[in-house]
């Protein structure tokens, strides 16, 4: 047998495992947890994870493709002269802005902390536009206020399917430690609560309440770090109306 032949032969031999396809939905629902709960450790932390994201997804989906043939370029006599060819200059690229420059939407709510460089620590909804969560519009953010008027985040949350605004408690997090910074637990409800209660080792303990500024249907709230060090020792959250009557189970 020639080498030829050899080579032939070694070609049409099955391969010896057959490689899996990229699991797309599993690479799609850790993005949507990286969406939904986002530790802002850098300016662009947030964006920068989604986008990476964003590149597996589309790389694996890249390796399937079949090889494309190169293209045919047209006679080098079609092509203008390079000595007379004017410069065209690059179009301009939009870049996402860092989160410290995002506007809050709606009134900044204090906290009553402050932290690194004696910034006081305040919380914050934020807008959110996503084709592939229509019913999310705004999610909530704790960070620090800054002498200029920006904000620097800490950690953001939002809900992630169905609508932000449907009967309930929505993106309650915090508890915990970031940038050596103790984050609240905090969260929001959709509906006419003026009270959120909690029991923590068996004692009762009642968050802060605000109605948000944009909607007075929806209650911004956080515990007390002396009272709520974690949110896995609270029992779960209880709502109130105005009447003193019991909005969940």
């Known amino acids: 047998m020639t080498d030829i032949e050899t080579l032939r032969s070694a070609l049409r031999e099955e391969p010896a ?27 662009a932390g947030g964006v920068a994870a989604t986008v990476v994201t964003v590149l597996v997804i589309v790389g694996a989906v890249a390796l399937r493709e079949p090889a494309r043939q190169p293209e045919v370029l047209p006679p080098a006599a079609s092509a203008p002269s390079s000595s007379t060819a004017s410069p065209v200059p690059p179009a301009p690229v939009a870049t996402a802005p860092p989160y410290s420059e995002l506007a809050p939407l709606g009134d900044v709510i204090p906290l009553g902390v402050k932290g690194d460089g004696d910034r006081e620590m305040v919380l914050y909804a934020f807008a959110i536009d996503q084709p592939t969560q229509p019913g999310v519009e705004f999610g909530l953010k704790v960070g620090y ?4 008027g920006t904000y620097d985040g800490l950690l953001a949350t939002n809900e992630y399917k169905g609508s932000d605004r449907s009967f309930g408690f ?13 984050i609240p637990v905090f969260g929001y409800f959709a509906g006419p609560a003026v009270r959120i209660t909690s ?9 802060k309440a605000v109605p948000w500024s944009v909607d007075p249907s929806v209650v911004i709230f956080w515990f007390d770090q002396a009272q709520v060090e974690s949110s896995d020792v609270l029992t779960p959250l209880v709502a ?4 003193g009557q019991r909005l969940t189970k």
């Open 145 to 148: 206020r800054n002498a200029d």
């Open 17 to 43: 495992e057959e490689f899996s396809a990229p699991d797309i939905g599993a690479i799609m629902a850790k993005g949507r947890r990286i969406r939904r709960r986002r530790r802002l450790t850098t300016g």
């Open 170 to 182: 929505h993106a309650t997090d915090g508890g915990e430690r970031v940038q050596n910074t103790f």
């Open 199 to 207: 029991t923590v080792r068996g004692k009762p303990v009642e968050a």
């Open 240 to 243: 109130y109306d105005a009447k």
